[in-house]
């Protein structure tokens, strides 16, 4: 199975259950959207898939491509092809994006083998072609002074570099402005493919007019209460998550 799957999984923090029961499988080659209001625990479930120590997995489990995910440290789930938005840190003073990327390809290969730097620059002006990306951009300093949408830039970029086979997404930063947005947006089309599987998680539908998912899923207090093709996105926008909650039980059942 090439998927990224959690099954029944249950999350909880300072013995609280932040996720109750959540079962998601996201195949290579697909893009599922994880919508839901805020608080309903889809950033707790992005930090358990990237390996957070804060939070308790009391049950259910996650596998990648087959394997258990839980058994791995996060640096070795990253190595296997799990790249988390989030991965890097915020701002390095100093350190240029290019040499930033470098030393994150580096540490993926075996010991003693080194990346050599034509390949290197010419993997990294390819990507940035594909991008659409100006090459100046890479000299300068990671998230010195940068906008919203030039973090984001530099995120997309480096999933274009790792090239995982699993990209988790958490974009419920409210400081989505237009250009990051479309930054996400054009990086996530040009990125889609066969080999790499998505979950784009967003509490707005906005992002989902410029990415078109395979499937939406809506999480409502740490649970799927609808899963659907992309016109869920739409209904969604249209009727609100009260909507997506109350329908996922039989009036009868209420
Ligand atoms: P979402 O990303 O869907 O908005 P979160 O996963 O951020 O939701 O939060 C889900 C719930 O978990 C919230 O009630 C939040 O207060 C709680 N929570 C998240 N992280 C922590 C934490 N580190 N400590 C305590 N509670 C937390
Ligand atoms: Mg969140």
């Known amino acids: 199975m090439k998927e990224l799957n959690t099954d029944k999984l249950r999350i909880a923090i300072a013995d609280q259950e932040i996720v109750r029961g959540l079962t998601l499988r996201v195949p290579r080659g697909e893009v599922h959207a994880l919508m839901g209001p805020n608080g309903s625990g889809k950033s707790t479930l992005a930090k358990v898939l990237a390996g957070h120590p804060d939070y308790q997995v009391t049950g259910g489990k996650i596998t990648m491509d087959g394997e258990?995910?839980?058994e791995l440290e996060p640096d070795e789930r990253a190595r296997r092809g799990l790249f988390m938005a989030f991965q890097y840190p915020s701002e390095?003073?100093?350190?240029?994006?290019?040499?930033?990327l470098r030393a994150a390809l580096q540490s993926r290969l075996p010991e003693g083998e080194e990346l050599e730097a034509t390949d290197y620059y010419a993997k990294l002006y390819e990507k940035m072609e594909l991008l659409?990306?100006?090459?100046?951009?890479t000299s300068r300093a990671v998230n010195e002074g940068f906008s919203g949408g030039e973090k984001?830039?530099?995120?997309i970029l480096q999933l274009a570099?790792?090239?995982?086979?699993?990209?988790?997404l958490d974009e419920t930063d409210s400081?989505?402005?237009?250009?990051?947005?479309?930054?996400?947006?054009?990086?996530?089309n040009s990125l889609r493919g066969p080999n790499l599987g998505i979950l784009l998680i967003t509490?707005?539908?906005?992002?989902?007019?410029?990415?078109?998912?395979?499937?939406?899923?809506?999480?409502?207090?740490?649970?799927?209460?609808?899963?659907?093709?992309k016109e869920l996105a739409l209904e969604?926008?249209?009727?609100?998550?009260?909507?997506?909650r109350d329908g996922a039980v039989e009036p009868a059942f209420r």
Not at 236 to 244: F, N, S
């Open 152 to 155: 984001k830039r530099t995120e």
């Open 161 to 168: 570099m790792l090239e995982p086979k699993y990209a988790v």
């Open 132 to 137: 659409g990306m100006d090459r100046s951009f």
């Open 203 to 229: 509490h707005y539908q906005r992002l989902l007019n410029y990415i078109v998912p395979d499937h939406v899923h809506v999480m409502v207090a740490g649970r799927i209460v609808r899963s659907g093709r």
């Open 236 to 244: 969604l926008e249209e009727r609100g998550y009260d909507w997506a």
């Open 92 to 100: 390095i003073p100093g350190v240029t994006i290019a040499n930033f």
């Open 175 to 188: 400081g989505l402005d237009i250009d990051a947005l479309k930054t996400v947006a054009h990086g996530v």
């Open 68 to 70: 258990d995910l839980l």
